[in-house]
């Protein structure tokens, strides 16, 4: 095995194992945020994508309502993903489960996208907010650490 062979092998290892972390998208029919434009969030816009605009990272299909919204994400992907994969925020948060969301539902804090589950009765997104959305992200960012290394 050359010198040259061998850095590619490590370089191409390296990449696969820095970018399949985050894979654990909550996916309905392959699609990340139910097909819902995660780009469109940050202009408080709630569109579903369109079936020619996607594009898929880490294993799950991004749809878009347009172009220009298509090209941000390629662009700045991790700027736009939802946090926990895509899986209600709340969920995440309380017990580190990993629930449904309503894509209809959702909240921009500190410049990322959390989603939540809301049927019937039950809006988390209110939970999230009168429970202490701090205190919760914080814990949701432990529970999924604690997920995502479970997947590994």
Same mark, same amino acid.
């Given at each position: ?30 699609? #990340? ?26 294993? #799950? ?13 390629? !662009? ?12 209600? #925020?709340?969920?995440?948060?309380? !017990? ?23 049927? @019937? !009765? ?14 919760? @992200?914080?814990?949701?960012? @432990? ?10």
């Amino acid at each position: 095995m050359t010198q040259k062979f061998f850095i590619r092998f490590l370089i191409l290892f390296i990449t696969i194992n820095a970018f399949g972390q985050n894979a654990d998208f909550n996916k309905k029919n392959g699609y #990340a945020a139910e097909g819902y434009d995660v780009v469109a969030y940050f202009d408080q816009q709630v569109q579903k994508g369109k079936e020619d605009l996607v594009y898929v990272y880490h294993g #799950a299909k991004f749809s878009f309502s347009t172009t220009s919204n298509l090209n941000k994400f390629k !662009s700045a992907p991790d700027k736009y993903v939802p946090q926990y994969g895509g899986w209600c #925020a709340y969920a995440i948060g309380k !017990s580190g489960k990993k629930v449904k969301i309503d894509p209809e539902t959702y909240e921009i804090r500190d410049g990322k996208l959390y989603l939540f589950y809301n049927f @019937r !009765s039950t809006n988390t997104l209110e939970k999230w907010i009168s429970e202490g959305p701090e205190t919760l @992200r914080d814990r949701a960012d @432990r529970n999924w650490t604690k997920i995502v290394d479970k997947g590994k």
